[in-house]
């Protein structure tokens, strides 16, 4: 089995990691490249960086930002926010960013995914979804930021999004996020055991279990989190040799010792 991985998400607003509940109510988390630079200490496999309201203010994400992260850390990074086409994309690329996400462009513009993944590979492609359990039972898409609801069901625009060259879907439940009681499991399991390409588990993670419950319960392949890590409640060594005691393989910093 792969190992499984754990992904720091820093949101970035005005230069500044914030974090929120069900997509409002953001406070500051600190400085993002510090931050950053933090976690790929600690040994987190990879990280995360959403310029949150790049799209809903109609402006490209955090060019600069980019670079002095690049400069700083030593683990692969995803960027997003604001990326309408392929030269956002290759403009980030440049900036040091190892892979690009994109969320209302693609919802948007399918086609975009199938430009990327063309120009870049799929392996640069990370296709996000901000998606809420209705009250009828149904996922339904939401675009900007989780603000405005789109006509596409949570599964049929996975499939079609691998379809079209995506490398990973990022899956974020807009009614976990924030919560601290757990993932979607069921909708996380439905996707992982439905799609070719590995599910990033995101929106709901309090404690250590709930990481393993989302690989163990919602076949995730890798779980992103935010709070738990930005205000000190879960270590990433700790919680890595948490889910090594309970069988799911991770990766341990060399540099750790229990």
């Known amino acids: 089995m792969l190992a499984k991985r754990i992904i720091p998400c820093l949101d970035v607003k005005d230069g500044r990691t914030v974090k929120g509940t069900c997509f409002v109510n953001l406070r500051e988390a600190g400085d993002p490249v510090e931050l950053g ?9 990879e990280l995360v960086y959403l310029d949150i309201t ?5 402006r490209r994400t955090f060019t600069k930002l980019v670079s002095h992260i690049a400069a700083e850390i030593s683990i692969p990074f995803t960027v997003g926010g604001g990326v309408s086409g392929v030269e956002d994309v290759a403009r980030l690329l440049d900036a040091g960013a190892d892979k690009v996400s994109v969320n209302s462009a693609a919802l948007r513009d399918p086609s ?19 998606a809420r359990c209705e009250k009828n ?9 989780g603000r405005i609801p789109v006509a596409r069901d949570l599964f049929l ?9 995506a490398g990973e879907i990022l899956f974020t439940s807009m009614n976990h996020d924030g919560s601290r009681k757990g993932f979607a499991n069921d909708a996380l399991a439905r996707l992982a055991d439905s799609l070719p ?28 989190a935010a709070g738990v ?9 700790e ?17 750790f010792h229990e």
């Open 37 to 45: 630079k933090s976690y790929s200490e600690q040994g987190a496999d």
């Open 54 to 58: 790049a799209s809903h203010e109609g």
């Open 229 to 237: 890590f930005h205000f000190g409640e879960i270590a990433l060594p």
């Open 112 to 130: 975009i995914i199938d430009s990327i993944a063309g120009r870049f590979g799929s392996q640069v492609c990370v296709v996000a979804i901000d």
């Open 239 to 255: 919680l890595k040799i948490f889910l090594q005691k309970q069988g799911i393989p991770t990766r341990i910093s060399p540099t």
């Open 137 to 145: 039972g149904e996922w339904q898409c939401y675009a900007n930021g």
């Open 197 to 224: 390409i590995p599910v990033i588990a995101s929106g709901g993670a309090g404690c250590m279990q709930d990481f393993a419950d989302a690989f163990s319960i919602g076949h995730a392949d890798a779980a992103l």
């Open 157 to 165: 625009w996975a499939a079609e999004a691998a379809n079209r060259g």
